[in-house]
């Protein structure tokens, strides 16, 4: 059996990275959600279907990072799922502005980094978990 030490450090790299992600979500959701101070001041016009969706995921992120960081199979489609929801989330906040709902320019570009930084993270982990033929998806 060969060991790929190159794979298994962007194995890590990729999992502690969607991991610190969720933490970072879990705290900046966390604080505006349920604490009323500078955070929420700071946080104006949020969208609160978007910011419960973040702050849920969260949670959801940290599991994907934790599959990753294991090895196992099943995180590449939460990953996946991950992309998927944050653009239909992102989908829905464009037809919220549409609409004339009120909003924020950061959550925008939050949602853009969110959906960029989770297609990317499935996409890294397709690669990793099909290259070589070693792993089925």
């Known amino acids: 059996m060969t060991t790929h030490p190159r794979r298994n450090v962007w194995n890590w790299l990729l999992a502690l990275f969607a991991i610190g992600f969720g933490l970072l979500t879990l705290r900046e959701g966390g604080s505006v959600l349920f604490f009323d101070g500078e955070a929420r001041q700071a946080a104006g016009h949020y969208v609160p279907f978007v910011l419960w969706f973040n702050f849920l995921a969260g949670f959801i ?3 994907a990072g934790i599959g ?35 909003w924020e320019q950061r959550t925008a570009i939050a949602m853009t980094v969110r959906t960029l930084v989770w297609t990317a993270i499935a996409v890294l982990a397709w690669r990793r978990a099909t290259i070589g033929g070693t792993a089925r998806v």
């Open 68 to 102: 990753l960081l294991i090895g196992q199979r099943w995180a590449c489609w939460i990953a996946i799922a991950i992309a998927v929801a944050t653009a239909f989330v992102f989908l829905a906040f464009a037809v919220h502005i549409f609409l004339g709902g009120a």
């Open 61 to 63: 992120y940290i599991v």
